[in-house]
Structures are given as structure tokens and as C-alpha cells.
């Protein structure tokens, strides 16, 4: 059973427009997300997380947002850009352990 | 500062041999992971370790072994690989955090093909 779920395997935005990217989740013992960004060839890098105390956590272009009732986060990059393209992967701590689940993860293309 | 870092970067082998990743970080985290990357799988975590001489499986264990003999290094073994084990394999790590909520810091990969 998937606990974190990224149901759109693909996004495709223009430049300078938004782009948002979903997650879902199922255990509601979650309370703390993560996102992570992984380019062609390297390893994921961390890009932002919010705690399950707070509805909306900002970094610059990007925003992550938290539904907790709906047991959905979102995140939101404005303006995209080319450099944004990447493999975007939701994740959360399994049981408040070191244990990450992940999701499938997102493709997101911008063109320019 | 090198952060995470795997050798080899690429490695096939037939069915039935056997290898090593090897995993090393400078930053002197407690924990270390392994994980495999397979298409519209995203990331599964093989084993991972919370301190030095200690090991746990995660989520895809079988047919895999680690050991964590110094805390910088993280060793995952294939003993007799199979076709099923193709895949992009991460090395990560974290520091100590008993909420979990540390983010964990990521190697390049290896990507592994057995044929």
C-alpha cells in the first residue's frame, strides 16, 4: 500500500508561469513532509519541508502548502523556469522515524 | 567538503556474480541508507543504518546485505545478482534526529545492469 502517492507521473509549464506540484497521503501519523528534486544522472537534493504544525511553508520561488484535513500538500514554484525541470519527489518520515517514505515522483518540463 | 559519494558510478554484471557499492560521507552523520530507483517506482529503501556497526532493513531487502563497519562508510553487497536487481542505486545520509525530520543528503548514484 502507498502511503505517499504522486498520482501525475508528468507536468509540462511555461516559462515564467506556475507550476504545482501534488502529493496525497494516507497515514494521517505523518507530520512532517519533504520535497526533493532530482536532475538526469545525480542524486535528489532536498528542497523544502514543512511540519504538519504550520498550513504553508515559503523559500523563494517555491511554497510548499499543507491540507491536513484533505491529507494533501502541494508545492507551488513561481515563476518556473528552465532550470526547474527535474524529477520532484514528495516524502515523509514513516512513523516520526529516520525512515523516509517517498512517492513516484513528478517530471516536471518547463519550456522556455 | 565531498559530502556523499559512490563507487562505481556504472557496473554490470552477469547473473549470479557478485559486487560491492560502496558508500562513503565526510559529514559525519549517524545514519546511512540505501536505496533503489526503477521506473514508476520512485525511491526504495534497501537498508539503512543508524550508527556505526549497526545495520535494519527497510522496505526491499532481499537479496541484498550491508555493513557499516566506520561510521563515514556504508558497504551494500549483492552476493548473486540477478536481472531483477537492475536498477539506480542511492547512497544517503542524515544527521541524528530523534523527530526523524532531518533531510537526508543524497550520493550521485550507481547504476547497476545484470544481464
Known amino acids: 500500500d502507498q502511503q505517499v502517492k504522486q498520482n501525475s507521473p508528468s507536468l509540462s509549464v511555461q516559462e515564467g508561469r506556475i507550476s504545482i506540484l501534488n502529493c496525497d497521503y494516507t497515514?494521517?501519523?505523518?507530520?512532517?513532509f519533504l520535497w526533493y528534486k532530482k536532475y538526469p544522472a545525480e542524486g535528489p537534493t532536498f528542497l523544502i519541508s514543512?511540519?504538519?504544525?504550520?498550513d504553508k511553508n515559503e523559500d523563494g520561488r517555491f511554497t510548499v502548502f499543507l491540507n491536513k484535513s484533505a491529507k494533501h500538500l502541494s508545492l507551488h514554484i513561481v515563476p518556473s523556469q528552465p532550470g526547474d525541470s527535474a524529477v520532484y519527489f514528495c516524502a515523509a518520515p514513516q512513523g516520526g522515524s529516520e525512515k523516509l517514505v517517498f512517492g513516484k515522483g513528478t517530471k516536471l518540463t518547463v519550456n522556455p | 567538503n565531498a559530502g556523499v559519494t559512490q563507487t562505481p558510478k556504472f557496473r554490470v554484471l552477469k547473473t549470479g556474480q557478485s559486487m560491492t557499492l560502496l558508500c562513503a560521507q565526510d559529514?559525519?552523520?549517524?545514519?546511512m541508507y540505501w536505496y533503489r530507483q526503477d521506473p514508476g517506482m520512485g525511491l526504495r529503501l534497501i537498508h539503512y543504518?543508524?550508527?556505526?556497526?549497526?545495520?535494519a532493513k527497510g522496505e526491499v531487502p532481499d537479496g541484498y546485505n550491508v555493513s557499516r563497519l566506520k561510521k563515514q562508510n556504508f558497504l551494500l553487497g549483492l552476493e548473486s545478482a540477478a536481472p531483477s536487481q537492475t536498477s539506480v542505486y542511492f547512497c544517503a545520509s542524515s544527521f541524528y534526529s530523534w523527530t526523524g525530520n532531518d533531510e537526508q543528503y543524497f550520493g550521485p548514484g550507481t547504476r547497476l545492469t545484470v544481464t
Open positions: 497515514n494521517s501519523m505523518f507530520d512532517y
Open positions: 543504518s543508524v550508527g556505526e556497526g549497526t545495520t
Open positions: 559529514m559525519n552523520h549517524e545514519y
Open positions: 514543512i511540519s504538519s504544525i504550520k
